[in-house]
């Protein structure tokens, strides 16, 4: 079946403006999971969704960032009054819980967003 | 705090075998992941290992040592399609059962 898919693709902002990105999971997969990618670092855990649960959202950097999850499959990590430290690569990895710690990941090919 | 290491680059000969090492010192440990990602592409599951000891899958292999913190992912009969980068991440015990990623070691292979 499809992966997981993300849009854009590629998002230029202006400092200040907000910003929203997408991510479809593969269908059946209830563990929704979003990272960022910054130049030579690794990728850094920023929120995940399990089913009807309540978000875990320890990772999120500051207040700016948001993320919801709308009818357990879509979600929109959303970045207000974007600063240039944002500019990153924005991954969505979606995964089918009940494997224990075998559970596996799976990624989409990421939002690239740069601000000027 | 958590912390992994792997070499930022490598560079090996088409046909060779490379190890790609990776050392971890996490909180807590359920399980070591590698990943291959390619230039601008999504990163994509190669292997899993929970247990000590060698999870071989066709010309890539696994290896586990949970008790000295380390792993290796062992690439054979190298070809040039295996030019990209391969993440080390732990599987840490939280509630969000995230994966903590290493840098990530950029291979290039050479004719």
């Known amino acids: 079946g499809a992966g997981v898919s993300q849009s854009p693709s590629n998002k230029v902002t202006e400092k200040g403006k907000d910003v929203e990105l997408r991510c479809d999971p593969i269908?059946?997969?209830?563990?929704l999971y979003w990272y960022r990618q910054s130049l030579g670092q690794g990728l850094e855990f920023l929120i995940y969704?399990?089913?009807?649960?309540?978000?875990?959202k320890s990772g999120l950097p500051s207040d700016r960032f948001s993320a919801e999850r709308t009818g357990g499959s879509v979600s929109t990590l959303t970045i207000q009054r974007t600063q240039q430290e944002d500019s990153a690569v924005y991954l969505c990895?979606?995964?089918?819980?009940?494997?224990?710690?075998?559970?596996?990941?799976?990624f989409g090919p990421g939002t690239r967003l740069l601000v000027l | 705090g958590q912390n992994i290491d792997q070499p930022t680059e490598m560079t090996a000969t088409e046909g060779a075998i490379v190890q790609i090492n990776c050392t971890y010192q996490?909180?807590?440990?359920?399980?070591l992941f590698w990943y291959q990602q390619h230039a601008g592409e999504a990163p994509t599951f190669l292997s899993y290992?929970?247990?000590?000891g060698l999870e071989e899958k066709g010309r890539f292999s696994s290896f586990l040592s949970r008790s000295k913190g380390y792993s290796y992912l062992l690439l054979k009969e190298l070809q040039m399609k295996d030019s990209a980068s391969y993440l080390c991440?732990?599987?840490?015990?939280?509630?969000?059962?995230?994966?903590?990623f290493g840098t990530g070691t950029r291979l290039t292979v050479i004719p």
């Open positions: 990895a979606s995964s089918s819980p009940g494997q224990g710690a075998r559970e596996t990941q799976y």
């Open positions: 269908s059946g997969h209830t563990a």
């Open positions: 969704f399990q089913g009807n649960s309540a978000p875990d």
């Open positions: 996490t909180s807590g440990f359920n399980g």
């Open positions: 290992n929970v247990l000590d």
């Open positions: 991440a732990v599987r840490l015990l939280t509630g969000a059962n995230n994966l903590f």
